[in-house]
């Protein structure tokens, strides 16, 4: 049985090095506590112990080699002993949209070994509800010597387990992995009390205990709510387009009144969260998730949408320039990051609808992507990476993706004859001086 007595955590294992796992091990390691990294890739590991990083995250490569050279922070591949045990590896969804937990079991079953009578498991990974009542299915199983807990009872268990879901922002993950509230859910309530031992070592926010569903939930609850507003969004930049209304200005409008705030429309959704949580809650309750699923469905038919706006917007320059063909037809696309001022690619939008123009328009394809210094694997070879200066003055067709900053300076400055598909709304706060 274990005691209620704060015992301090001399070591923490963390299993997953990625966007999540990376920076939270980094931070902890900060805080002088030894930290135990696990990957199953090699060179994620072989990075990290040299003191370098294997993803872009602004000053996570500084806090990384602190924390390397000082001893803070080992890379290895095989899991050690410790007193808490962070899992924070991909939850993808398969092509039914029901989540893959293959990652998160085999993270439990490569720690079981090394469990010991009061340790802690936090589940971070975003998962469907009952995921970490699994985890505690899975390592009964292989610790028949330990007592586990579960929903009936409070005080027999020799491990704690909770869950507590990531929510912070890439580009800011460092400052908000400190700076935000957590919402932590034990599979009892002294399983989120240890919980919150751990995090109050690092985290300035708030922690907020519940019950490891709820806090299941509630992750795809924020991710959800976020969705459908973006949903409104894009389906209101399509009735717009067929009834020949600016929806930028009408948002503008419409968000005078004191109690409207429609969200921006863009070609879709990306990034490992809104894109993928949301189905979370659809597989497990298809019937009921109506308003959840259409939402989903409406922002995953957006990037079909923007390639048929560009197909047309091919139809109208070569109307203009009956000289040319279709073949000769340069298009550029503005981006290929999931969101403004990012390196990052995961679910976006921009990538797949400049993938779908690469596989069809016979024509030249400039891609201007400024944190990228190569393109993803499905473009080379069929697009070709530009500067911005050097693609707009070759460019007939333009296709507005992605807001990075350093596009603002050329947006006025489009020439005449170059037909533009604007996703984001940039010329309507920046018009064209040669339009």
């Known amino acids: 049985m274990l005691n209620d007595d704060p015992v301090p955590f001399l070591k ?27 990957d199953v890739n090699e060179n994620v590991v072989e990075t990290i112990n040299s003191g370098n990083i294997h993803i872009v995250e602004p000053e996570l490569d500084i806090v990384v080699h602190a924390v390397v050279t000082e001893g803070l922070l080992q890379a290895t591949m095989v899991p050690q002993a410790a007193d808490a045990f962070l899992i924070a590896v991909p939850t993808p969804f398969q092509e039914n949209h029901h989540a893959d937990l293959s990652y998160v079991k085999s993270a439990c079953l490569a720690i079981a070994p090394v469990l010991k009578k009061g340790d802690l498991i936090i589940l971070e990974s975003t998962s469907p509800v009952g995921t970490t009542e699994k985890i ?13 807990p579960n929903l009936q009872q409070n005080n027999t268990a020799d491990i704690y387990i909770a869950y507590c879901p990531e929510r912070v922002l890439p580009g800011h993950i460092l400052r908000e992995l400190v700076s935000n509230d957590r919402i932590i859910g034990g599979m009892t309530p002294r399983c989120a009390h240890r919980a919150v031992q751990l995090y109050k070592t690092f985290v300035d926010g708030e922690c907020f205990i519940t019950d490891a569903r709820t806090a299941e939930i509630c992750k795809l609850t924020e991710n959800s709510f976020r969705d459908v507003n973006i949903a409104f969004a894009n389906e209101l930049s399509i009735i717009c387009d067929k009834l020949n209304i600016n929806v930028w200005e009408l948002i503008t409008l419409a968000n005078r009144h004191p109690r409207v705030n429609i969200l921006q ?3 879709g959704v990306g990034g490992h969260c809104i ?17 959840i699923r259409t939402a989903r469905e409406v922002n995953d038919s957006k990037p079909a949408w923007v390639v048929e706006k560009v197909k047309q917007a091919v139809v109208d320059f070569l109307r203009e320039n009956p000289t040319k063909t279709v073949n000769e ?31 069809n328009h016979g ?16 473009l080379q070879g ?23 900053n350093v596009f603002y300076s050329i947006f006025s400055n489009i020439p005449k004859h170059c037909k533009v598909v604007d996703t984001r709304g940039v010329l309507f706060d920046h018009p064209r001086e040669n339009a």
Request: net charge negative.
């Open 275 to 291: 894109a993928v949580d949301p189905w979370f809650i659809v597989s497990q309750l298809p019937e009921e998730a109506r308003l």
């Open 382 to 404: 069929i697009a070709e990476l530009k500067l911005i200066g050097d693609a707009i003055v070759e460019t007939d067709v333009l296709l507005i993706l992605v807001e990075h």
């Open 363 to 378: 024509g030249p394809l400039f891609i201007v992507e400024p944190y990228l210094t190569y393109l993803p694997p499905s």
């Open 136 to 148: 505690t299915e899975w390592l009964s199983h292989e610790r028949q010597d330990l007592v586990f």
């Open 329 to 359: 037809v340069t298009i550029t696309c503005l981006g290929l990051t999931f969101k403004e001022n990012i390196v990052d690619t995961r679910e976006s939008p921009a990538l797949k609808i400049a993938e779908e123009i690469a596989q």
């Open 265 to 267: 429309p863009g070609p």
């Open 12 to 38: 923490v294992s963390v299993v997953g090095l990625g966007y999540i796992g990376l920076p939270t091990a980094a931070v902890l390691a900060s805080r002088k506590i030894q930290v135990s990294g696990v």
